[in-house]
């Protein structure tokens, strides 16, 4: 059975840190481009990161600096670290796999997300 799974979500400080991870089971990430999407409540899905099966990798501007996206194949795991977090980054975190080589939609496999809140 095809499966992602997030965890790593916690409520967290202003500049504090995070690491989210992606574990996959039921297919081999070898292959697999990696994307971070986010939803904050009332707001429409948005991509954060993405990790290339050619080691290529993507941030939106709003991260660029304080996240950084990796991978461990022999762990079929991805790892989004999140340092210096803004009350802006709260929202709901989801990972997804898709059998290209460049980080490209439409997805193939969704996770069902982790919640990460930042506030004081």
């Known amino acids: 059975q095809v499966q992602l799974v997030e965890s790593g979500g916690d409520l967290v400080q202003p500049g504090g840190s995070l690491r989210l991870s992606c574990a996959a089971s039921g297919f081999t990430l070898d292959y697999y481009a990696i994307g971070w999407f986010r939803q904050a409540p009332g707001k429409v899905r948005d991509a954060v990161s993405c990790?290339?099966?050619?080691?290529?990798?993507y941030y939106v501007d709003s991260v660029k600096g304080r996240f950084t996206i990796s991978r461990d194949n022999a762990k079929n795991t991805v790892y989004l670290q999140m340092n210096s977090l803004k009350p802006e980054d709260t929202a709901v975190y989801y990972c997804a796999a898709v059998s290209k080589r460049l980080c490209a939609g439409p997805y193939d496999y969704w996770g069902h997300g982790t919640q990460v809140t930042v506030s004081s």
């Open positions: 990790s290339g099966s050619d080691g290529s990798t």
